[in-house]
């Protein structure tokens, strides 16, 4: 397998502008999650699905953050307006119902808003 | 107070040592506890997890839980140069939810 595929693996953009991170879990996963990783915060969950349904997004730090799921091989987490302190890596993981802990996560992409 | 603390280090140990990590969390109900390992700008891997008490040993990786006391802790015997990364505890919330400790530094000198 694969793996879990992400794109792009690095993102640098301009304050303002819009951001669309991706990915691709791991097939026959039911869940995929969304996370971002700060030196100062750590690693944070944004939003998980289930099944492609948004399960939680209390994560989501703000409007300007959105994320879809339009299918079980597919997923986009969407920044707009994109402001510097978004910058930081985004990754997502993916695992099944079976063991919904054991999450195996993607390379990330490393976003950078100046 | 955090969810997860970790001790960010980084903890130096030498060579065949052992290395032990310590984590505590906050929340009662946790139920499962999970140590990942994340080499320096690769995303992190899950190299151990435990549910009950007491101890939980994988070649040289030993996790303890001690639910009583909130934490757990994981242990790696001979440590090795390449065992150097940042190890990362997390715990169960709600759902299928992990929380993550921002994680603890493990440097092996030779």
């Known amino acids: 397998d694969a793996g879990v595929i992400q794109s792009p693996r690095h993102e640098v953009t301009e304050m303002g502008q819009e951001v669309t991170l991706r990915c691709k879990p791991i097939?026959?996963?039911?869940?995929l999650f969304w996370y971002r990783q700060t030196m100062m915060r750590g690693l944070e969950l944004l939003i998980y699905?289930?099944?492609?349904?948004?399960?939680?997004d209390s994560g989501m730090p703000e409007d300007r953050f959105s994320a879809k799921m339009p299918n079980a091989s597919f997923s986009t987490l969407k920044i707009q307006p994109s402001e510097p302190r978004d910058s930081a890596v985004y990754f997502c993981?993916?695992?099944?119902?079976?063991?919904?802990?054991?999450?195996?996560f993607g390379p990330g992409t490393r976003l950078t808003v100046t | 107070q955090k969810e997860v603390e970790q001790n960010s280090g980084p903890l130096s140990v030498p060579e065949g040592a052992i290395a032990s990590l310590n984590c505590t969390y906050s929340?009662?109900?946790?139920?499962?506890f999970f140590w990942y390992r994340q080499y320096s700008g690769k995303s992190p891997e899950l190299i151990m997890f435990?549910?009950?008490?007491g101890d939980k040993e994988d070649g040289r990786f030993t996790a303890q839980l001690n639910k009583a006391s909130q934490y757990v802790s994981l242990l790696i015997r001979d440590s090795q140069p390449s065992d150097s990364a940042t190890y990362l505890c997390?715990?169960?919330?709600?759902?299928?939810?992990?929380?993550f400790g921002t994680g603890t530094r493990l440097q092996v000198t030779l």
């Open positions: 993981a993916s695992t099944t119902d079976r063991r919904p802990y054991e999450q195996y």
């Open positions: 097939s026959g996963h039911d869940y």
């Open positions: 699905f289930n099944n492609n349904v948004p399960i939680d």
């Open positions: 929340d009662r109900g946790s139920q499962s």
């Open positions: 435990i549910y009950s008490n």
């Open positions: 997390a715990v169960t919330g709600t759902a299928s939810k992990l929380t």
